[in-house]
């Protein structure tokens, strides 16, 4: 072999030397691509510590953590009616390490009510699915001579704008839902707005004010079962467990009041789809499991249905369109 081929086969050699090492670096490190999550996930509550929003987002994150392997930090950030954490959340980087706990008030009151919201409930985000469906409850003081709603439309109606209704403020969702109640049934009880539904409650338990509708949990249903308030009506497909007694607004042919309240899990927009897909299969396991189920019920919420991404936007939308109309009608204004 000539000197001239030698040194054409030394750089070949040479070459393929180096495509080989090149190739080896390269495939380990395709190999060690970013496994999600590799990280702790921060997970947004809207709302302050202590609230229904709040003890869904704690009970998820707990089982999330132990799901995927990484710890799930939950961080409060309320303030107008779940606005302010919801708008951080949606401006947070696209990648899966920030989630939000959604909820009607955040992601359904706020937008059919107040106009120049800082982020876009159904397209500022990407849907997970639902955490739980709340069921809502109608409470009146127990001084009332009314056990039934009939008999609660009827002393209403023949004292317009004597009775009252609390709620948790102006533009609220209990402030929507019973508003709706007014509407459905054709009665007029004057609003008088909390800024704690807490207060409401025990204002309510006094005397102070004569109805509420609110969500139904372990500590109103006590209160009921102690004689403190009397339940007239349940919104939730069929009788809480928590108070068997109480026929459902689906049995007094109110569909439109038979509706739950929800929480649910959403990522920012543009979170990648199979994020958002390991995220929906990881909760739906969750959710199937013997201890959730236990401890939902003991909470007195209702383990939901499989409602996938997509769908859960729908919903989200659907909700606002419906209470949007409401709000025109009723000229409800936000605080």
């Given at each position: 072999m000539n000197k001239l081929h030698q040194s054409a086969a030394h750089r070949r050699r040479f070459l393929m030397g180096v495509m080989g090492a090149a190739g080896s670096i390269a495939l380990p490190a395709m190999g060690q691509a970013e496994k999600y999550p590799s990280r702790p996930i921060t997970l947004v509550v809207p709302f302050p510590a202590g609230g229904s929003v709040d003890t869904a987002g704690r009970a998820i994150g707990d089982r999330?953590?132990?799901?995927l392997g990484q710890s799930v930090i939950i961080d409060n950030r309320g303030g107008a009616g779940g606005a302010i954490g919801s708008a951080h959340a949606a401006k947070a980087k696209a990648d899966g390490y920030t989630l939000v706990v959604t909820s009607q008030s955040s992601h359904v009151a706020n937008p059919a009510v107040t106009p120049n919201l800082p982020y876009?409930?159904?397209?500022?985000?990407?849907?997970?699915?639902?955490?739980?469906?709340?069921?809502?409850?109608?409470?009146?003081?127990?001084?009332?001579?009314?056990?039934?709603?009939?008999?609660?439309?009827?002393?209403?109606?023949?004292?317009?704008?004597?009775?009252?209704?609390?709620?948790?403020?102006?533009?609220?969702?209990?402030?929507?839902?019973?508003?709706?109640?007014?509407?459905?049934?054709?009665v007029f009880i004057t609003h008088i707005p909390y800024r704690a539904a807490g207060n409401s409650q025990t204002d309510l338990m006094a005397g102070r004010v004569d109805a509420m509708m609110t969500n139904l949990g372990a500590s109103n249903a006590g209160l009921v079962a102690a004689g403190k308030l009397r339940?007239?009506?349940?919104?939730?497909?069929?009788?809480?467990?928590?108070?068997?007694?109480?026929?459902?607004?689906?049995?007094?042919?109110?569909?439109?009041?038979?509706?739950?309240?929800?929480?649910?899990?959403?990522?920012?927009?543009?979170?990648?789809?199979?994020?958002?897909?390991?995220?929906?299969?990881?909760?739906?396991?969750?959710?199937?499991?013997?201890?959730?189920?236990?401890?939902?019920?003991?909470?007195?919420?209702?383990v939901p249905e499989a409602i996938r991404p997509d769908d859960y936007r729908k919903e989200i939308a659907q909700r606002i369109t419906f209470y949007k109309k409401l709000v025109k009608e009723k000229n409800i204004v936000a605080d």
């Open positions: 999330l953590s132990r799901a876009d409930a159904v397209n500022d985000f990407a849907p997970i699915t639902l955490i739980e469906r709340l069921p809502n409850v109608l409470l009146i003081n127990p001084a009332l001579p009314i056990k039934t709603v009939a008999e609660f439309v009827a002393y209403a109606k023949t004292r317009p704008g004597k009775m009252n209704y609390a709620s948790s403020g102006n533009g609220s969702m209990l402030q929507l839902n019973m508003e709706l109640f007014k509407s459905q049934y054709g339940a007239l009506a349940v919104a939730a497909p069929t009788r809480s467990p928590l108070l068997p007694d109480v026929p459902t607004f689906g049995e007094l042919k109110q569909p439109e009041l038979n509706m739950t309240s929800w929480t649910g899990l959403a990522a920012p927009k543009d979170t990648p789809e199979p994020i958002i897909m390991q995220l929906y299969s990881a909760v739906r396991t969750i959710l199937q499991d013997p201890q959730t189920i236990a401890d939902w019920q003991k909470r007195g919420v209702i």
